[in-house]
């Protein structure tokens, strides 16, 4: 630290010593100070330019103590670190606030430019510890859009913090220490108008079933990394969700991270709407049989569990489910040939991207899904068996047009077909599948079912003895 800031300091630290006086009792060494010249503390205090005209500001406060006060972007406060910023952005981003450099650890601030109405205040990498009634933005309330606690250290919140905020669509807690919230936090008044809840990476246990009562308009709710949060209650024996009713309209639910290993049947049932589950990152050793209820599901995330196998119409009721991962998913090894109901409902649900890349499947069953009307197969890094069970990809390389091969896409958006060795059987362990000669099947009495005899541009190297001659002329 230079001497002359430290000098500055020291200056102002006597002329405004009530200011900072119980700070430097505190032991806070001058060598941290980090000086933020131009925040108002105390009452409006300038440091360094002359004061605007707060009156109206002040009065708007009523009750406040208005001693915590931080007045910015006023037309003299120019060097203040909280920036109003265009899109109506109230920018306090890990602000530092006092001579001391400390951050921020309240959020009652007075915008000085009356011009200038707040839309979405950010108050990520701050120190705030409690959120208080009349105490965010005090008499600001109205025009808020998007607030944003991320990363702070809140451990508590009182109740109606938010019911002043009539217009609050987005509100993201996101990274902090909270253990509990509920229905009087997530008011009536908040879920008139909320859409975007962000609780991920927190702390929450134990959830009352009201909790989330009162969000009937909640679109997207993120509980990820809560480590600890049970989904539900035991009600007179019966175990009962914490997702009520009113959560009619959530479309995107994440619990990635959550530790569930299980979750109960009913868990998602009043989820109606509910389009993208995130499931990954958890325990899981089966495919719960509590998703099955949520028919609008578009897409379903179980990346990263202990999944062993896809059974029997695990996914068949799933009628709208397009996009379905279940990558890192180490243990699963066995995919029941009527998991989408291909068998029992005559045709498998048609989903568009489906990705196991690194679990540990050795044949994947042809009549599993229709695979040539999927945009993305990601079967990368898995003990493949080259076998005839897999003649039907297999084949499709030399297909004049192939209908699979090519939809083998990763996540970086690259076709890797190239790059799928053959695990087993032994003769062929780190062989390319792109290179397998066609005789390889020749001699299996196994028949792929033929139902593409009349499409020529399909190879079946694992056909009877009868078509040998056409295979060997192709
Ligand atoms: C202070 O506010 C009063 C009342 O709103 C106004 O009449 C006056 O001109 C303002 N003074 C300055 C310096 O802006
Ligand atoms: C505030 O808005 C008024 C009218 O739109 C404008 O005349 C004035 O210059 C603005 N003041 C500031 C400080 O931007
Ligand atoms: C806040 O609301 C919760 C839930 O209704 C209630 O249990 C708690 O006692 C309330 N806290 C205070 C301080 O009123
Ligand atoms: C947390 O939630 C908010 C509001 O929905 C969202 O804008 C933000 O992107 C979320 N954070 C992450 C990391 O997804
Ligand atoms: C939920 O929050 C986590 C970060 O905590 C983020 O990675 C994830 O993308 C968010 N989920 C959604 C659906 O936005
Ligand atoms: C949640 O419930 C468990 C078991 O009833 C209890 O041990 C724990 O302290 C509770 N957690 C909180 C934050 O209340
Ligand atoms: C309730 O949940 C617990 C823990 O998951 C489980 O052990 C119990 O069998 C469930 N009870 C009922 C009635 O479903
Ligand atoms: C992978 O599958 C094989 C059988 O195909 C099994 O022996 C092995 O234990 C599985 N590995 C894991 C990690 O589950
Ligand atoms: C392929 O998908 C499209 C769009 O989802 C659908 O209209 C078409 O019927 C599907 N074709 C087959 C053969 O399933
Ligand atoms: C291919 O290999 C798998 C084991 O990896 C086996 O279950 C299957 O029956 C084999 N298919 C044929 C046609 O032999
Ligand atoms: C595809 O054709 C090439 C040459 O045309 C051949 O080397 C390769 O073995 C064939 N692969 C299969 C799977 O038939
Ligand atoms: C035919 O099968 C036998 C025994 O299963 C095997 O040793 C031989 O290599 C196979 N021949 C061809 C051409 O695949």
């Given amino acids: 630290m230079k001497p002359s800031i430290v000098g500055i300091c020291i200056f102002l630290a006597v002329i405004i010593n009530d200011v900072i006086s119980d700070k430097i009792k505190d032991g806070t060494k001058l060598n941290d100070v980090n000086f ?6 105390k009452r409006g205090i300038s440091v360094t330019n002359s004061p605007t005209n707060f009156t109206a500001a002040d009065n708007d406060a009523d009750n406040l103590e208005d001693d915590d006060i931080v007045f910015v972007c006023g037309e003299n406060d120019d060097e203040t670190k909280c920036t109003c910023e265009e899109d109506q952005t109230l920018n306090c981003r890990g602000v530092t606030w006092d001579f001391f450099g400390n951050n921020l650890d309240h959020a009652k601030i007075k915008i000085s430019d009356k011009n200038f109405t707040v839309k979405i205040a950010d108050f ?7 959120l208080k009634k009349d105490e965010i933005l005090p008499g600001q309330e109205a025009t808020i859009a998007n607030l944003i606690f991320q990363s702070n250290t809140l451990k508590s919140i009182e109740n ?34 909320l859409l975007e809840l962000n609780l991920s990476l927190n702390k929450l246990q134990n959830l009352s079933l009201f909790a989330f009562q009162n969000l009937k308009n909640l679109i997207k709710l993120n509980l990820s990394l809560n480590r600890k949060i049970k989904l539900f ?19 995107i639910l994440d619990l990635l991270g959550c530790n569930l290993a299980s979750v109960e049947d009913n868990t998602f049932i009043n989820l109606k709407n509910l389009e993208h589950l995130y499931l990954n990152n958890n325990p899981f050793i089966r495919v719960p049989k509590g998703i099955t209820k949520i028919t609008k599901l578009i897409s379903l995330n179980f990346a990263d569990t ?34 989408f109901g291909a068998i029992s409902n005559k045709k498998p649900i048609s989903l568009d991207t489906f990705s196991i890349q690194l679990c540990n ?12 009307n999927l945009s993305k197969i990601n079967i990368e890094s898995n003990p493949i068996t080259c076998n005839c069970s ?64 009349n499409d020529d541009t399909i190879y079946h190297v694992c056909s009877d003895k009868g078509e040998e001659d056409t295979l060997l002329v192709l």
């Fill in 160 to 193: 109606g913090t938010f019911d002043k905020f009539v217009s609050l669509k987005k509100l993201n807690l996101q990274r902090n220490a909270l253990t509990n919230i509920n229905e009087k936090i997530l008011s009536a008044k908040l879920g008139a108008t």
């Fill in 124 to 130: 990520t990498y701050s120190s705030i510890r409690n």
């Fill in 361 to 372: 499947i050795s044949v994947l069953p042809e009549k599993l899904l229709n695979w040539k």
């Fill in 306 to 339: 202990l999944i062993q196998s896809l059974e029997d119409c695990d996914f068949c009721d799933l009628k709208n489910l397009k996009n379905l991962k279940f990558d890192y998913t180490f243990e699963l090894s066995y995919i029941h040939e009527n998991a």
């Fill in 36 to 41: 933020v010249p131009n925040i108002r503390i």
């Fill in 390 to 453: 897999m003649a039907w990809l297999i084949n499709d390389y030399n297909a004049t047009t192939p209908m699979i091969v090519d939809k083998m896409i990763d996540d970086s958006n690259v076709n890797y077909k190239n790059n799928i060795f053959c695990w087993n059987p032994s003769s062929l362990s780190g062989i390319r599948m792109n290179s397998l000669v066609i005789e390889f099947c020749m001699n299996e009495t196994t028949v792929i079912q033929d139902t593409e005899k």
């Fill in 233 to 251: 209650n035991k009600i007179n024996g019966i175990n009962v969700t914490v997702f009520p009713e009113a959560l009619s309209n959530l479309k």
